[in-house]
């Protein structure tokens, strides 16, 4: 050797600092859309299994259960609504963290709407027969607008 050290230079470890850095954004960024799409799916799983036990209620007593409870529900608060005569149902759920700002709803009439990152519709009683555009009711056979059937 010629009296000179080897080693790294403070702009060679800058550099892999940066590249580092780079990559980490990226992999964070590509964990939190698959965190984003377990928690839809797995909102959507306890909605359709609710709605199930619910269809099974009907067949057997020919009425909706007064009560459902769904899974998940340390992660999504859910709202349950019954018609007064037993015949229709809402239920929906909203993620509790409101990290992804999650909605999912359900109804006695068949229609499945969901969204992601926007206000969850609003919620008439199930025994409303004229619903507003904007609600998502028992008797609703579309989405409202900003949401997507799932």
Request: proline share 5%.
């Amino acid at each position: 050797m010629n009296g000179r050290e080897r080693g790294f230079t403070l702009i060679e470890l800058m550099i892999v600092l940066v590249v580092v850095a780079i990559l980490s954004t990226i992999a964070y960024s590509s964990y939190q859309s698959q965190v984003e799409k377990t928690r839809i799916g797995q909102l959507h799983e306890a909605l359709m299994t609710a709605g199930v036990l619910a269809e099974r209620n009907v067949v057997a007593n020919n009425e909706y259960p007064a009560t459902l409870s769904p899974s998940y529900p340390d992660l999504f608060t859910y709202d349950y609504k019954l018609s007064t005569d037993k015949t229709r149902f809402v239920l929906s759920g909203v993620e509790k963290t409101s990290r992804f700002r999650l909605w999912s709803g359900i109804n006695s009439a068949g229609t499945r709407c969901t969204c992601r990152q926007c206000s969850a519709p609003n919620i008439p009683d199930a025994d409303s027969s004229a619903p507003a555009s904007t609600d998502f009711a028992a008797t609703t056979k579309s989405c409202p607008a900003g949401t997507e059937a799932f």
